[in-house]
Each structure stands twice: as C-alpha cells, then as structure tokens.
C-alpha cells in the first residue's frame, strides 16, 4: 500500500528539516520532498504530527547467541543448538521491536545465527537486516577463544578466514587483543602480531569482505589498523597516536559503551568477578577514548555489544543516549546510528530517508536532536517500519511482529 507520512520533523540521516513528506511505495522511499507538494495524495496518511521521522537504526555490533544474562557463556553452553537458533531469532525481532532495522552479529556459536539471518533476510520472517562475522578467529588462549576459531601463525590465520568466508560470513572479525569477558586476558596485551593481522585482513579483502577488530589496547588497535581494518571494535585504550591513524585511513570506531554501562549497573547481580573486575579498570579509560576520537572527527558507528551482561537485545537504542553523554551531539549520535552504519556496512539504499532507499524508518516522539531520549528511550517510540511495513512499537511490538511471521510475501 501507498503510504505518505506527514506532519512532523524528517531526519534524513544528516539533517532534521521541518515541512517535509515521505512516500512509501512497495517497500522504498518513493519520493520525499515538501508536504506541499504531496497535496492530492489519495492514499494511506500517517500523521507524524510532533514527532519525527527517521532512518531505523542499525546496530554494527551485537551478539545473537548471547541474551545479556550474567554469564552469557555458561549460560549459552547450556542450549542445544535448536533452543540457541530459536533465542536468537527472538533476540532480532526484539531488536526490530525497540527500532533496530539492520544489525552485524560480530560473533556467534557453531554459524547457528546464520539461520536466522538467512531466514529474515530471504522475507521468511520478520527481523531486522543481518550481516554476519561467523566465528571469530583469536589466538590460542586469546579473547573469545571459548567459542571463536583459534588460529595461530600467518598460514593458520589466513586458513581460518577462508573458513569463514566457506561457511557463509558476510564479514570477519580477528581478536587484536585480549577482553573483558574472556577470564586470563588483559585487555590491554596485543594478542596477534601485524603480520599476522595483516595476513587476515588481506585474504578477507581478496573475497570482498571487510574485517571488523576487538581492539581495546593501543598495539593491538595500530596492528590492526594497519592491517587494513574497517572497524575497530572498542578502542579503549587508544592513544592520539592510534586516532591520527584511524583517521588517515577512514577507519570507524565502534564504541559499545552500552557493554560497559551494564556490568557497571549490574555488577552484584551475578557478572563473574574477573569481568566486574576488569570493566572497573577499564571503562573511565574508554570514555576518555571515544570522547577523544569523536573530537578529532573521526568516524563513528554505532554498536551496542548487545549480548552481553544485561546488555539486552531490544535496548540497542540506549547506546546512543551513552554516546551523547561523553560528549558526541545529538544529531551526531544519530548520524552514526543511521547513515554512518550504513556507509560501514556497505549498506547503501539504507541508513537515510532518500528517494529510492528502503523505507527502513522510525518514528519517535518529539524531536531526537534536542533531546536524544527520545529516540533513545524506546517508550517514547511510535512506530517501526521495515521494507514499508509498519509495526507498532513499545510494548505491542513484539505480538506484532510475531504476527507477521510467514505472512511478509503476502503483504
């Protein structure tokens, strides 16, 4: 159905302006120009009357397989691999639910999270966009090396890629250094050498596809940035000399501050003690990091590390009210939230409301620039609307989409 949304404020995904209409035609942004101009429109109206309409948002890092629980790898090692696909299919529909419309799994178990993303992205159900890493390739011994595909050495890392890129991975992702939630490992230590990083990165590219780093100390993030990353993951420990690098070659920062605000909020409800320990240690650091990257004018996408402790899928949208608050603009936030992930994820037709992009858009009360909770905060949510269709959001949206479930292709 012909759709035009009128009434309120539009950001397109660089800018918010005042007196403009959005036509949706079969799933895209058909036309988008002043409402004036849309006068004898006859079809179906939806009055954005003091709201805004925006880009959905886009999630450039989150986890499938983990669901927030305090432990999410004892409790992920406690599923069979049916109970783990079917939670994970959950997890991105509450994802679409609080206005995510794309999202990268930056790590899943065994490619069980392939599934669900083969599943939504053929139409068969619904659910965000999804690109995916497969397994994540770390040191022995390294960060994630529970569950990721350990590799050590040039020839054993580029083997490991093109396992990835065999099994289906629309993205890689090598561990440059250790982590929070890995017992053992210093954040800080650089986990693979630059050859070794480079090697990866090289085979990756050779097949099209783009390498995303968990990099939290300054070695590790120069390795991989000088490896050929498009992402570093994090970037706690990064120094001005790591951000002029990042810079020159157009490197994104992911930050995931949404990972940290939550073992923080959370650290007696269960968290391991090493992980309570060390995110103590590091998030004060990680702060300073993304305030210094963003005042450089480095480019920044969003990323929530959704998964982790009570760090929960549906709740993407509270990173960016954590990126306001070390000092990025609202509208800045947004940018990186929409038209920056996009730009990231080589997603070209999505991330802003311009003719011919899919009508991946969200509605929101009031205006997000002034007051970022009002996109941050799902409550304040009206609607999402993926490839034209429209949801209710907030609390209804789940037994909506749900609703939807083999039904999109008669729609």
Request: proline share 3%.
């Amino acid at each position: 159905m012909d759709t035009l949304y009128a009434g309120g404020l539009v950001f397109d995904g660089e800018n918010s302006v005042a007196g403009q209409a959005v036509l949706v035609v079969d799933g895209r942004v058909a036309d988008y120009g002043p409402a004036a101009q849309f006068d004898g429109f006859a079809g179906k109206r939806v009055d954005t009357a003091g709201a805004t309409l925006l880009p959905g948002l886009i999630d450039c890092h989150v986890h499938l397989c983990s669901g927030g629980e305090a432990d999410p790898f004892t409790a992920q090692s406690k599923l069979g691999p049916g109970e783990l696909v079917m939670r994970a299919l959950e997890r991105a529909q509450e994802s679409l639910a609080g206005g995510t419309v794309a999202l990268r799994d930056c790590g899943g178990k065994d490619y069980l999270e392939f599934a669900v993303r083969d599943a939504i992205n053929q139409g068969r159900v619904a659910g965000p966009t999804i690109r995916a890493v497969g397994r994540m390739i770390c040191m022995t011994g390294g960060h994630g090396n529970r569950i990721g595909r350990v590799a050590d050495g040039v020839d054993e890392v580029v083997k490991a890629v093109r396992e990835q890129i065999h099994a289906g991975s629309d993205w890689i992702k090598i561990m440059a250094t250790g982590g929070v939630m890995t017992p053992g490992v210093n954040p800080e230590d650089a986990h693979y050498t630059a050859a070794e990083m480079a090697a990866g990165v090289a085979e990756g590219l050779r097949f099209k596809r783009k390498t995303a780093s968990h990099a939290q100390g300054a070695e590790g993030i120069l390795n991989a940035v000088r490896g050929g990353v498009a992402s570093i993951e994090h970037g706690i420990f990064m120094t001005e000399g790591c951000v002029a690098e990042m810079l020159a070659r157009g490197v994104y920062l992911v930050p995931t501050l949404a990972a940290v605000m939550n073992i923080l909020r959370y650290k007696d409800q269960g968290i391991p003690k090493y992980a309570v320990e060390k995110t103590e240690r590091v998030s004060e650091r990680h702060r300073q990091a993304v305030t210094m990257f963003y005042k450089a004018g480095g480019r920044i996408a969003m990323g929530t590390d959704a998964g982790t402790p009570f760090n929960r899928h549906g709740e993407n949208a509270m990173e960016l009210a954590y990126m306001v608050d070390v000092g990025m603009s609202a509208a800045d936030a947004i940018k990186a939230s929409t038209a920056a992930a996009a730009d990231l994820l080589d997603m070209a037709d999505r991330g802003r409301v311009a003719k011919g992009a899919r009508a991946d858009l969200l509605i929101v009360d009031g205006d997000p620039t002034r007051d970022i909770r009002k996109v941050a905060d799902k409550a304040n949510h009206r609607a999402v609307i993926k490839d034209g269709v429209m949801y209710q959001s907030g609390a209804k949206a789940l037994p909506e989409i749900a609703g939807r479930i083999g039904r999109l292709a008669a729609e």
